[in-house]
């Protein structure tokens, strides 16, 4: 080899562990092996697929914090009102022992009831209405402000004012009517409507596992709409709320309709009992899809660290040892140069 081609081959040489000094401080610096995948060589394929693993359980476990948010609070909410039904349904059952006493207590307190029912049933979380179905912009209960003597509300309240002491079962019968009347009944006309038919909400929680969590104010987890939950709370509380000393003076038929008011809260307490156990369940599976995330997106981190990054110490030991050669080739370049000029003066 002649003098010429070895320096050509030291410059060559040298060229190629300055682009590793480039490579080594870039990796020490940044502590990844590359910029872009096609620099990890073979393991690009895999840090791709692992890479796309991770984003959808990222986007998997948002979605399933998000929907478990508004399943905790449709929880709370179904337990308000389930509370305030089994409640309802003592004080009813209380009052056909006080006779014309505890009448217009009685009045006052599901008033009341009847006016935090309707709140609860309107309640919202992050803007959207929790339990309208899809028209997430709507009240499920329209103007709340006036229900309390609204259509439904009036239409009970005359019903009731006919009560004698033979006719408590045919206005029993007239009330569920006219809550479900068009011009009577109590929720929106999407929640009366195309809500009964859609789909309920639901979330993504994995790849072909789909959680139907919604609740609808308008029918329960069974399908029942004349006589679901939300539906007999609120008629049953307009009926207790219509009541008047003159109704009390029908006793046996004040006594039947109490005993037939209270029955149907307690049946609806029980009805909210089997919601909110249904929607916990949903609860429990979108929380067991997010842990499983959880613990398979450690190990697929771990996986991509292996891949893409680099360690520290091991790097800038190459980096060192590295440097260290292109300065001794540098030397030995400038030695074989000076030589190549000795040689040319003689």
Do not use: C
């Amino acid at each position: 080899m002649t003098i010429i081609s070895t320096i050509g081959a030291m410059a060559a040489d040298q060229a190629r562990l300055r682009e590793r000094i480039e490579l080594l401080t870039r990796q020490v610096s940044t502590g990844q092996k590359g910029i872009t995948h096609g620099e990890l060589g073979r393991d690009a394929r895999l840090a791709i697929d692992l890479r796309g693993d991770v984003a959808r359980r990222e986007a998997y476990s948002a979605a399933a914090d998000v929907a478990l948010g508004r399943m905790g609070a449709a929880q709370e909410v179904l337990k308000l009102i389930g509370d305030i039904a089994s409640n309802a349904a003592a004080e009813a059952a209380r009052a056909r022992t006080l006779g014309a006493a505890g009448v217009d207590a009685l009045a006052r307190s599901a008033r009341s009831a009847m006016e935090e029912v309707v709140a609860l049933l309107n309640t919202r979380y992050e803007n959207e209405y929790l339990f309208a179905g899809s028209d997430l912009a709507s009240a499920p209960v329209p103007n709340a402000n006036t229900f309390t003597t609204g259509p439904m509300a009036a239409a009970i309240a005359t019903e009731v004012a006919g009560l004698t002491d033979l006719n408590a079962g045919t206005v029993l019968s007239n009330v569920r009517a006219i809550s479900t009347d068009p011009g009577t009944r109590p929720f929106s006309a999407h929640l009366e409507g195309p809500a009964l038919t859609e789909a309920r909400r639901a979330v993504q929680v994995a790849d072909g596992e789909r959680l139907s969590w919604g609740v609808l104010a308008s029918q329960d987890q069974s399908g029942e709409v004349d006589d679901s939950w939300g539906r007999s709370v609120l008629r049953g509380l307009a009926t207790l709320a219509a009541l008047t000393p003159a109704n009390a003076a029908q006793a046996t038929g004040y006594d039947n309709l109490l005993s037939g008011v209270a029955a149907e809260l307690d049946g609806a307490a029980k009805d909210l009992a089997q919601e909110e156990g249904a929607l916990g369940a949903r609860q429990a599976r979108a929380e067991a899809a997010k842990e499983r995330h959880a613990d398979l997106m450690v190990a697929l981190r771990s996986q991509l660290v292996s891949l893409e990054q680099v360690d520290p110490a091991e790097v800038s030991a190459t980096l060192r040892e590295t440097q260290v050669r292109l300065e001794a080739s540098y030397v030995a370049l400038s030695s074989v140069a000076n030589l190549s000029l000795a040689s040319m003066l003689r």
